[in-house]
Nanobody, 123 residues
Framework: QVQLAESGGGLVQAGGSLRLSCAASGRTFSTYFMGWFRQAPGKEREFVAAITGNGGNTYYTDSVKGRFTISRDNVKNTVYLQMNSLKPEDTALYYC????????????????WGQGTQVTVSS
């Protein structure tokens, strides 16, 4: 089983930046994809970004391409999400999770969701 702890959220003005972190423990971190998801009030959880186990490939939902960057440090068992040019529509609770893609959809592959970290972007 894997335990996840997200951090780094906060309140920021539109156009600002935040860097989220997700510390993972348990199973061998470098062997699986990791992803970031988010859930805005009243909406379903949605995929944001993913990264392969060795960090060589990254994937993004269209709305964050060019603004967000996912990365990972397999020594620290941590995945990051650098968020620049933030918009009010980025406001959500952000979660990390091991992830996989089936067709065009990304899913959590195993383990439980963590507590998430709140990102609020004011206009």
């Amino acid at each position: 089983q894997v335990q996840l702890a997200e951090s780094g959220g906060g309140l920021v003005q539109a156009g600002g930046s935040l860097r989220l972190s997700c510390a993972a423990s348990g199973r061998t971190f470098s062997t699986y994809f990791m992803g970031w998801f988010r859930q805005a009030p009243g909406k379903e959880r949605e995929f944001v970004a993913a990264i392969t186990g060795n960090g060589g490939n990254t994937y993004y939902t269209d709305s964050v391409k060019g603004r967000f960057t996912i990365s990972r440090d397999n020594v620290k068992n941590t995945v990051y999400l650098q968020m620049n040019s933030l918009k009010p529509e980025d406001t959500a609770l952000y979660y990390c999770a091991p992830t996989y893609q089936f067709g065009s959809t990304w899913y959590k592959s195993f383990g439980s969701w963590g507590q998430g970290t709140q990102v609020t972007v004011s206009s």
